[in-house]
């Protein structure tokens, strides 16, 4: 492999880096809004704020992901930059590069504490079906029950 080859193939390397985080970012926002929508997620006292911390987080990581493919893009158009013996040496590349890391690392944190202080939910909940005219069925602790309506 050649010197110039090497080069393209290191930046395109970062390059997917970059997007497989940015796809992470948001699937990951999508998850935690989605479960907070639908209501399989009530986010209470330190619950709120680490899903606040890990939103913010999630949304600058993808932000910087962004800007870090706008730097990767700059030194590929970059005669002065495909010069030097580590196009990746480059500054606006190595500071967006490592934010979009460290803030998606921090988000990862986040997650945990926020899954660890995840409230539990309470047992013996019971959630009402109405199947038919015939038949009530309810969700009792994890199982289905079902009883004829008319007795």
């Known amino acids: 492999m050649n010197e ?5 193939e290191s930046i395109k390397s970062a390059q997917e880096s970059s997007k497989q985080l940015i796809t992470l ?3 990951i926002i999508t998850f935690l809004f989605g479960a907070i929508a639908v209501g399989n997620l009530e986010l209470r006292g330190v619950s709120f704020w ?40 480059s500054r606006n590349y190595k500071w967006a590069g490592r934010a979009q890391f460290f803030l998606f690392v921090g988000a990862i944190a986040g997650i945990s504490v926020l899954v660890a202080s995840w409230p539990p939910k309470p047992s013996g909940a019971k959630l009402e079906i109405a199947a038919s005219a015939m038949l009530n069925c309810s969700l009792l602790d994890s199982r289905l029950v079902c009883e004829n309506a008319k007795k």
């Open 4 to 8: 110039d080859t090497r080069k393209l």
């Open 50 to 89: 680490f899903g606040v911390l890990t939103s913010l987080l999630l949304v600058c990581s993808t932000l910087t992901g962004i800007i870090t493919l706008f730097a990767l893009s700059g030194i590929l158009s970059s005669g002065t930059e495909m010069t030097k013996p580590d196009p990746l040496d």
């Open 25 to 27: 970012a948001s699937a």
